[in-house]
């Protein structure tokens, strides 16, 4: 018996997700008020804000995270207008076993997701507030692996499947940490009452094995200012916003890249913390980001999916093998509108309005299009026409078609979707009409699973029976049968070449009817 050793065969390397998870973790805070902040009347919100500060996985395929939770509460004194703010830090760190059993070609890339669940914020005392919360982490990590493709033995008839794929993912990632100062132009910053960081992507160029990435992250804030005209006054007695863009720039080294290959960036922002400067107007803004280039060029190749002798019994074990073809690429705007009810009394006027997107899924759906489905967050602070401050916020499902070609239901997407604007208008009902604009960018890939040889028997101790009463036989095939000349061929033990060249049949893939002559080989 001879069997082919498939370690020593050629590679074929396949992008697979090895896993998919995400961890949680709880939030914690018994905090007493320092002696300078006054009292506790009403607490106006409690927010949860979870970041990444590093990640790193081990050869034993563990995902190790140290996150940090940035708790913010707002709330009023008594007899107060101004707004006080608690900025707190809650760090913790996580190991994440993401087991898989295929040999890896390079480390899994790893994309990361931060959320917060749940928050609730309860005043103990006037002097002591206590924060039930908990943050989660949604986990997706892929990666190269590699398979072998058998080398067949002379003499054997081997059916091949050419099939159009993409090469090998050439990858490379760099973190970065970009300090910028932004002067708002206001006389004074008390503190940031929420603030968001939007990464885009405006240029990549590959030039001698090496990408050079450009964009910009938005920071876009709302910020309280101290109360000039009673200055013994604490917190903020109004509140302004700002946005600024922060260019970034990174060279990846990525050995073999070219003009020709596809190129998919990404820019991830991991952490983002802005910093007021004392009695001044200006911002500190420290981001820690994540750059990333995939590049990737069209191929094909011949895959032996069935296999047979005609001298000896056969034996042979398949692998499905799931083929990912080219990708292409998806970006679209969309815009969801949210009825938001304040009951807060008439207002008087709006701070600043956010949307966040949690929970996304984008899916094929069933008209061949991409549905993505999350929860949208709308939050709003403001005052009322009685000068008192008010925050309200909502949350609703939310779902929304996007237009994609070629989708089916083994079409896989990789994407991000960030809200990158929120706008809002008061309804003549005083409802607030809430308006946000969510992109979607996403790289689209089409699986295509193929029955691939995985080793091969050749049972030299079974010959095939020889009959030496005929020298060819006929056999009668009709078009609904689907016969070609592989499974004829394979039937009756003869080669394909042979039956082709006896039937001056032109191509093997072709079906056949009619009377076919078996050749004796």
């Known amino acids: 018996m001879e069997e082919i050793n498939k370690l020593s065969s050629p590679m074929v390397c396949v992008d697979e997700v ?42 034993d395929m563990r995902l190790n995270i140290d996150g940090i939770v940035y708790i913010k509460v707002l709330y009023l004194a008594e007899n107060s207008e101004n707004v006080q703010c608690v900025d707190q830090r809650y760090t913790y760190s996580k190991i994440v076993d993401m087991n898989h059993n295929n040999a ?12 917060s669940d749940y928050c609730s914020c309860r005043a103990v005392s ?25 080398e067949m033995p002379e003499g054997l ?70 109360d000039t005209e009673h200055p013994e006054n604490s917190g903020a007695a109004n509140t302004e916003k700002m946005t600024a863009d922060i260019p970034i720039s990174a060279i990846l080294d990525i050995d073999g ?77 969309f815009t969801v509108h949210t009825d938001l009810s304040t009951d807060k009394g008439e207002i008087r006027s709006v701070w600043d309005a956010s949307s966040e997107l949690k929970n996304a899924v984008c899916r094929p759906d069933e008209d061949g299009n991409l549905k993505l489905t999350g929860q949208l967050c709308v939050a709003v602070y403001g005052v009322n026409t009685d000068g008192v401050p008010f925050f309200c916020e909502k949350q609703e499902p939310l779902e929304q078609t996007i237009s994609a070609e070629n989708v089916n239901d083994n079409t896989v997407t990789d994407f991000t979707a960030n809200v990158i604007d929120t706008g809002f208008s008061i309804k003549p009902d005083g409802n607030l009409d809430i308006t946000s604009t969510i992109n979607i960018e996403a790289s689209l890939h089409n699986i295509k699973p193929v029955e691939a040889i995985d080793s091969v028997t050749v049972c030299e101790d079974k010959p095939k029976p020889k009959s030496d009463e005929f020298a060819l036989r006929i056999c009668y095939t009709d078009s609904g049968n689907q016969s070609d000349c592989w499974s004829i061929a394979k039937r009756y033990n003869t080669t394909v070449k042979a039956l082709m060249e006896e039937n001056d049949i032109e191509s093997c893939d072709e079906p056949l009817s009619g009377m076919i002559v078996i050749p004796t080989v």
């Open 104 to 115: 890896f070609s390079a480390e899994p890339v790893v994309t990361m997701q931060m959320k």
């Open 257 to 333: 890249i070219t003009s020709e290959h596809r190129t998919f960036p990404e820019i991830f922002v991991m952490n983002c913390e802005l910093i007021p400067k004392a009695e001044s107007g200006v911002l500190s803004c420290e981001l820690l980001v994540e750059c990333r280039v995939r590049a990737q060029t069209e191929d094909s190749l011949n895959i032996a999916t069935d296999v047979y002798s005609t001298e000896f019994e056969t034996e042979f074990t398949s692998n499905l093998l799931k083929i990912s073809e080219q990708p292409r690429t998806l970006s679209q705007n």
């Open 126 to 150: 006037p002097r002591r507030i206590d924060v039930r919360g908990a943050v989660s982490c949604r986990i997706k990590a892929s990666a190269c692996v590699e398979y072998s493709l058998p």
């Open 18 to 59: 090895v896993f998919d998870g995400q961890t949680e973790q709880g939030v914690e805070l018994d905090y007493v008020l320092p002696d300078y902040f006054p009292d506790i009347f009403k607490i106006l919100s409690c927010t949860l804000t979870p970041q990444i500060i590093s990640y790193s996985v081990s050869g």
């Open 157 to 226: 008839q081997v059916r091949t499947a050419e099939v159009d794929c993409c090469g090998k993912t050439l990858f490379a990632q760099k973190q970065l940490t970009v300090r910028e100062e932004i002067d708002t132009g206001a006389s004074g910053i008390a503190f940031i009452m929420q603030c968001s960081a939007v990464p885009k992507v405006t240029d990549l160029r590959v030039i001698a094995d090496k990408a050079v990435l450009k964009g910009t992250v938005t920071i876009n804030a709302l910020y309280g200012t101290p």
